[in-house]
């Protein structure tokens, strides 16, 4: 956002505000409550097309070859200060349910570590803070249920039991049929849009 020094005569007007008839200082005030709505607009609009852009490179990054957890946490890890390789270290062992061993989904797990970096505590004794933090988290996880019926990556890729048990540390090959038979992207594309959403309510709630 570009800011303007404010002129002698803009604050002059502020300050003798209180002197001006009724009818002016109302005008007054109804421009300046129009002038911030525009701004709010220009800014809300700024930061959906800035939110839209992170989940399309959570995809982009899940079709590039990076692991669901990986993706999705480096299309936001940035906000808090993350480098990239640093967040793809972070989050590659999350891939697969976790290595592969199908447990929590990685684009879920790559929710909680960014809602991590977003309101973790740092102090042992903040009981209220891991509360918070912990709630925050339930609620993501809550959404993403919600719209895919699971959070566990066996049941997202249907696996039984026997598939669960044979599946190996072998990371599968990325070929055009590994992304046209798996749901991952949209899985992917699903964690990011809540996380997206999550931070549009927190500005908004500001």
């Given at each position: 956002m570009v800011y303007r020094e404010i002129t002698t005569k803009e604050l002059?007007?502020?300050q003798n505000i209180v002197t001006l008839p009724s009818v002016t200082q109302i005008r007054y005030l109804n421009?300046?409550?129009?002038?911030?709505?525009?701004?709010?607009?220009?800014i809300d609009r700024k930061m959906k097309k800035e939110l839209e852009d992170r989940v399309q490179k959570a995809i982009d990054n899940f079709m590039q070859g990076y692991g669901c957890c990986q993706s999705v946490v480096t299309a936001f890890a940035d906000l808090y200060g993350m480098d990239d390789n640093?967040?793809?270290?972070v989050a590659a062992g999350f891939g697969g349910g976790v290595a592969r061993m199908r447990m929590m989904c990685g684009a879920v797990s790559g929710m909680v570590i960014l809602a991590g970096l977003d309101c973790g505590q740092t102090e042992g004794s903040d009981r209220e803070g891991k509360s918070a933090c912990y709630k925050v988290i339930q609620d993501l996880l809550a959404k993403?249920?919600?719209?895919?019926s699971s959070i566990i990556c066996a049941d997202l890729l249907k696996l039984n039991k026997e598939d669960v048990a044979h599946s190996s540390y072998e990371a599968s090959e990325r070929t055009a049929e590994y992304y046209q038979r798996r749901p991952c992207v949209k899985k992917v594309e699903s964690a990011a849009i809540i996380f997206a959403e999550?931070?549009?309510a927190k500005e908004t709630n500001v």
């Open positions: 002059d007007l502020k421009d300046g409550v129009t002038l911030f709505r525009r701004i709010y607009k220009i640093t967040a793809k270290k993403f249920k919600e719209r895919n999550y931070l549009e």
